[in-house]
């Protein structure tokens, strides 16, 4: 689809979309979007929601071993208010903010 569009977007969830999160985690790529909300912007799916989102244009395919490295020119790129949804240590969270002395 890449090399068919030239475009790919990103969609960085928000901490509490990690049952979308889930969705997307499973095996294999057929239907993911069917259950989840989503619609055109920069001619990428976009996620109502999400704590940022970047549409790109492909600049750059390069081989890396059994996968490609795509690079992109951001044609958008936006962040909502709201924290981000991280993953560690198996389990799903959100950020906290550095604090320097701390620890």
Known sequence: ???RTGRFGLNVLGSAQS????????KG???KFA???WYIDAEVPRIPGAAGFL???VNQM??????????GRALIAERAD??????HNR???THAPFTRGAG
């Open 62 to 71: 390069v081989p890396g071993g059994d996968h490609v490295i795509v690079m």
């Open 29 to 31: 790529g057929a239907g």
């Open 55 to 57: 549409a790109s244009a």
């Open 82 to 87: 709201g924290a981000p949804l991280t993953y």
């Open 91 to 93: 389990a799903f969270g």
């Open 1 to 3: 689809m890449l090399r």
């Open 19 to 26: 049952q979308l999160a889930l969705i997307f985690a499973r």
């Open 35 to 37: 259950s989840v909300p």
